[in-house]
């Protein structure tokens, strides 16, 4: 007969076995640990390697073990689980010794859990801090160690735990706290990275570097006693001061460029994918000239709002509590300043009537007369006050307002009310190179650049001109530039001229260069609404976005920059339609390429395929070359070739009551875009054409982007001719005529005697490269 002692040992016994029979079967699957697929974030780089934007919920940066290095291993396992390599998956020897913690502090005080425990934590269970959890979680450590080597287990370890400042797995840590590769690491910051697992916050080197600097002594300690690091390197570990500084994931970022990366990927895998597969994207955007861009377009927009007056300060505050300086700093801090303002504090009038502005991070600062004398009172739109003669005229103590840090000297600024957008592209492939959507990176998520649609006013006219060409028209064929006159939706039609005049018989050439309205209307009148816009959809404009009356002619579509600038590439690449993409290349995280756009094109491309369609023979595209240079150099976009040191081409455009402002141009090397105008549609201001409000960014990005690039132009393709035409007429000219013009012509343009009597015959080869081919000049044809 047993006894109760017997008896009771017994029922215990069962009780045990059947708690760990259930505990097993309601363990739920290693699955998630032995089909290890990390969650990484999508990074995205500009084609120069500039990491430019980072989505995802978890910071981590997967490696593979032959990618951690030796030291850093030793020191998590110091750290952690000194003698992981030779246990089954629990340390009886650290549970006693975490038991016996708890029951003298009468809580969970010690976790005594092998790294395999971890893993099996991480992956599998919550962090609650119960005896349950603790059971399910050896359960899941046996099993774990049974279905995976040591290797692998320190390989998921090392890549998914949490090391604080959102850092998930010591390469996204190394990144975080010192701005370093995992092969970059000292000693002393691979023991500090060991130090976190233990309390990520609580040893946080940045928030606690005393906390962080003992718990590192404990790692290197341990790694000396365990022989995993010399006594040498421990001592100069051990003096090397606690110095990590936070690096975010992205230090140099292209809000507006990343983000248009990202949705067109979201748009293509679904943010699931996107967002934790680890996706690595490069776009075509080169962070230089991206960097060019955003400062063309903030000069050009604060240049804009100077001209239209001072709007006043942000707030008046008052002064009383100016004892606590650094107080106030931080209060001005509230005023975010987009772009390249700051925000300060006007404490006074100084010397010479400048005023004194204190600054958050500057400090007390002084801004010149120079720099207040702009500033005439803005009272409405296109009404300013008188010229100021002193600073009181202009500010008092106690206004908040916004500073810009010119050349030599502080000046007095404003956010622009205006907008901007700037579009550079490769022609010969597409590939964006800037794209610029706003005055501020931060300023929203929309991207005026690809997101708006405006009317580009003359911008549109070559596509119209071009279309004439191709109809066998010539760049001297006359046009009249004379009243029209036409039924509308809301009665009668009437385009005028900017200048208000008109100018009668014109030709194609004059009409462009000095975007004559009328002539241009006409001429579109002339070669059919229908086929013009047939025709301009061949350069990859929506047809159904093109209106089907003559307002055409004048830019009455609505286009986004990027649209329009894509369109002008076939001007600057010979004759080719080509589609703008942003996205070159797409990899997974196991190297897989989702996306390969072909080779790193720079402002040579290093392809011989052609890009696209051919849209126009190179005859067209170098006579309507031709016309967009003479705009730059003689029409209404000649401060731009005043400005620049080698030929450009390009076309102006200003929508009714100078709403927009657009310049479009290009080189052999790069085509781009220029837009100013509000979100909310409204005048710029009377004198606020293409030339004076969109052309001096481009300009400035362009006199940029090509510096240091040997200027480069198109060389006449055979099938042209240079020849004398009276200026009245169109007709040739001869060589005694004093006001005979310079013209390209194509043969077929002239009459058949004059193609028959020697002096140039057809030639075959109208698709040579555009850079070659004889300059036949004909001026003595009678």
């Keep these: 007969m047993q006894t109760p002692t017997r008896m009771t040992l017994g029922a215990v016994g069962l ?18 640990v032995t089909r290890y697929e990390p969650t990484a974030p999508l990074r995205i780089h500009s084609v120069d390697g500039r990491l430019i934007g980072q989505f995802g919920g978890e910071y981590r940066l997967p490696r593979p073990m032959s990618a951690i290095p030796a030291d850093l291993r030793r020191a998590f396992l110091a750290a952690e689980d000194a003698e992981f390599h030779d246990h089954p998956g629990i340390d009886l020897t650290g549970i006693l010794r975490a038991l016996a913690a708890d029951i003298r502090a009468g809580a969970f005080v010690q976790g005594g859990s092998t790294i395999s425990q971890q893993v099996a934590r991480t992956f599998l269970l919550s962090q609650d801090q119960t005896l349950m959890r603790k059971i399910r979680e050896t359960v899941l450590a046996f099993e774990i160690e049974i279905g995976l080597s040591k290797q692998e287990i320190l390989h998921r370890y090392l890549n998914q735990l949490y090391l604080g400042s959102g850092a998930y797995g010591v390469a996204a840590a190394a990144q975080t706290y010192y701005g370093k590769s995992l092969d970059e690491l000292t000693l002393a910051e691979s023991a500090t990275l060991a130090s976190l697992p233990k309390g ?7 928030q606690h570097p005393d906390r962080a600097r003992h718990r590192r002594a404990y790692v290197l300690h341990q790694m000396l006693d365990k022989g995993w690091a010399g006594p040498d390197a421990v001592l100069e570990a051990l003096a090397t001061p606690i110095h990590a500084t936070y690096h975010p994931p992205v230090a140099e970022p292209l809000p507006m460029v990343a983000e248009s990366a990202r949705r067109r990927i979201v748009a293509r895998f679904g943010e699931e994918r996107a967002y934790t597969e680890g996706l690595r994207a490069v776009v075509t955007v080169d962070s230089r000239l991206q960097d060019t861009a955003q400062r063309a377009v903030q000069r050009g927009l604060l240049d804009y709002t100077r001209r239209h007056g001072y709007r006043g300060p942000l707030r008046h505050i008052g002064l009383d509590s100016l004892e606590d300086r650094e107080g106030m700093a931080q209060r001005l801090k509230q005023w975010q300043a987009p772009g390249p303002l700051a925000t300060g504090l006007v404490l006074g009038y100084g010397d010479n009537r400048g005023i004194r502005v204190l600054l958050p991070d500057a400090g007390e600062v002084r801004v010149p007369w120079q720099g207040l004398r702009w500033a005439r009172s803005h009272r409405e739109p296109g009404v300013l006050g008188p010229q100021p003669e002193d600073p009181r005229d202009i500010v008092r103590p106690g206004d908040v307002v916004r500073l810009q840090r010119t050349d030599d000297h502080w000046t007095l600024a404003q956010v622009p009310e205006a907008q901007g957008a700037l579009v550079a592209l490769a022609p010969d492939t597409g590939a964006i190179r800037a794209l610029v959507g706003a005055f501020g990176p931060y300023q929203g998520s929309f991207n005026r650049a690809t997101q708006a649609r405006r009317q580009p006013g003359s911008a549109f006219k070559p596509f119209i001109y071009a279309g004439a060409l191709a109809r066998g028209l010539s760049p001297a064929t006359l046009v009249n530039d004379a009243p029209v006159v036409r039924p509308g939706d809301t009665g009668l039609w009437r385009p005028r001229n900017h200048s ?22 006409r001429l579109l009148d002339r070669i059919g609404v229908e086929y013009g816009r047939d025709f301009a959809a061949q350069f990859g404009l929506e047809r159904h976005r093109l209106p089907d009356d003559l307002s055409l002619a004048l830019g009455s579509a609505s286009l986004a920059p ?8 076939a001007f600057a690449n010979g004759g080719y339609r080509v589609e703008p993409y942003l996205i070159r290349r797409l990899v997974a995280c196991d190297g897989e390429e989702l996306v390969d756009r072909g080779p790193r094109f720079g402002f040579e491309a290093e392809t011989d395929r052609a890009p696209g369609e051919r849209i126009l023979p190179r005859t067209i595209q170098f006579q309507m070359t031709s016309l967009l240079a003479d705009v730059t150099e003689r029409g209404t976009g000649q401060a731009v070739g005043r400005a620049l040191d080698r030929r450009v081409a390009g076309k102006t455009g200003t929508t009714d009551d100078q709403r927009d402002a657009w310049f479009v141009g290009y080189t052999p090397q790069l085509a781009t875009g220029a837009w100013v105008g509000f979100d909310r549609s409204r005048s710029l201001g009377r004198y606020e054409t293409g030339a004076r409000a969109a052309a001096p960014i481009w300009t400035d990005f362009m006199a940029g982007a090509l510096a240091g690039h040997r200027p480069a132009w198109y060389e006449p393709p055979s099938g042209l001719i240079r020849a004398r035409i009276h200026p009245d007429t169109g007709q040739l000219a001869s060589a005694d005529e004093p006001e005979a013009r310079h013209e390209w012509l194509r043969a077929e343009n002239l009459p058949e005697d004059v193609l028959e009597d020697g002096v140039l015959t057809r030639e075959p080869g109208e698709d040579r490269d555009r850079r070659s081919g004889p300059n036949r000049e004909v001026g003595n044809l009678f």
């Design 500 to 521: 208000r005049t008109f100018h009668g018989p014109t030709r194609l050439r004059s009409g462009l260069v000095h975007s004559r309205n009328l002539a241009t209307v």
């Design 15 to 32: 009780a045990v076995a059947v708690l760990i029979a259930w505990v097993v079967a309601t363990v739920p699957p290693i699955t998630a």
């Design 200 to 206: 990520p916050s609580h040893y946080n080197p940045i």
């Design 562 to 569: 990027v649209e329009l600038v894509g369109a002008y590439a």
